[in-house]
C-alpha cells in the first residue's frame, strides 16, 4: 500500500511538472528530417540545424563539429537549473568544444533563469515545437510524460562519441560529457 501510494505520488508530481512545459513555434523548415525510432548513436554524425536563442532570439546555425549537445526539460526548473550551472561552471575545461543547451520547455523564462542563476558561456536553444528533439529523436521519459533529457558528445567532424540518457540525475551529465572530450 505504501509503495502504490509512493508510485501515484511520484506520477502525481511528474504530471505538475509536465504541466509547466509550453510549446510555441517550430524550428525552421530547413531541418533535415531523421528517424524518430532510434536516437542519434556512438559513430553517427549528427545533423546540422538552427533553432533561436533562448535569450536574444537571433537564429543559430549548428553544424558538425566538436559540441556538446544536452537535451533538457525546462529552463526554470530545479534539475534543469543545476545541470545548466554545471555545465556553465565546467564551461573551460571542454577544450574548446562548443556546448549548447536546448529545451522546449519553459522557453519564455529562460532569460530571467539565466540571469537569477549565473548562466554564462554555454549557447541556450528554445527548440518550441520540439522539432530538433525529434531530430535527435530524444526519448521521452517518465513513462512518457516528461521530455527526456540527453547529452550528445560530438567530435570535430561531428561524429557523436558520447550519447547519456538520464533525466534523474542532471548534474552527472556534465561528467559524462568530460569524460568523452
Known sequence: LVRTHCIRAMIS?????????????????????????QMLKVGEKMPAFTLPNAVTGKPVKISPSKSVIF?????DT?????????????LREFKGAKVYGITGGNTDKVTSWVESN???????????????????????????????????????????????????????????????I
Request: hydrophobic share 45%.
Open 13 to 37: 508530481s511528474l504530471l505538475v511538472c509536465a504541466l509547466g512545459f509550453t510549446a510555441r513555434t517550430s524550428v525552421p523548415s530547413s531541418v533535415a528530417s531523421r528517424s524518430a525510432v
Open 71 to 75: 537535451f533538457f526539460p525546462a529552463a
Open 78 to 90: 530545479p534539475g534543469c537549473t543545476k545541470e545548466a550551472i554545471a555545465f556553465s561552471e565546467q
Open 118 to 180: 549565473n548562466i554564462k558561456g554555454i549557447t541556450l536553444l528554445a527548440d518550441d515545437g520540439d522539432e530538433v528533439r525529434k531530430l535527435f529523436a530524444v526519448p521521452k521519459a517518465a513513462f512518457g510524460l516528461l521530455p527526456g533529457r540527453v547529452t550528445y558528445v560530438t567530435d570535430r567532424t561531428g561524429t557523436c562519441v558520447e550519447v547519456y540518457d538520464n533525466l534523474f540525475d542532471a548534474e552527472s551529465h556534465v561528467g559524462k560529457a568530460l569524460a568523452a
